[in-house]
């Protein structure tokens, strides 16, 4: 069963398999465009965790091209910044989110992806994901 064009590179699964995402992240809107502005929000559900969900809210801008390097390669890429707040379903708790992207059509995906979760308290934690490997097919 393929892809709809909505959910296309948009995550289900969070790193390592560990969260499930419901119905998918919503990050990418294609087409993409500069100026381009909308809501993403959807849950993620961590069964390893016993019942630990957290609902995530997003505003994304699609703010422009940039050329950005990572391992696999060099890039023109649009970058779309991700704005927004998590709250935890299953207990209290909630904070502030940023994700950052860039999305290389040349490569039909996202090559970088920065996230910054905060709590009340301040940064929880960052993670940096990036195209290791880009081979043309």
Do not use: C
């Amino acid at each position: 069963m393929g892809r709809s064009s909505q959910s296309a590179w948009n995550a289900t699964q969070t790193i390592l398999g560990e969260g499930v995402v419901n119905p998918h992240t919503g990050f990418f809107k294609f087409p993409l465009r500069v100026g381009d502005t909308y809501r993403a929000s959807f849950e993620i559900a961590f069964p390893q965790r016993g019942s630990l969900r957290h609902r995530r809210e997003y505003t994304v801008k699609v703010v422009g091209w940039e050329e950005v390097s990572v391992a696999a390669g060099m890039f023109r890429a649009l970058k779309l910044e991700a704005e927004g707040s998590w709250q935890r379903l299953d207990a209290r708790g909630e904070g502030r989110l940023r994700s950052v992207f860039w999305y290389a059509p040349e490569a039909k995906r996202w090559v970088k992806n920065i996230l910054e979760v905060h709590g009340p308290r301040g940064p929880v934690n960052s993670t940096v994901e990036e195209l290791v490997l880009f081979n043309v097919q």
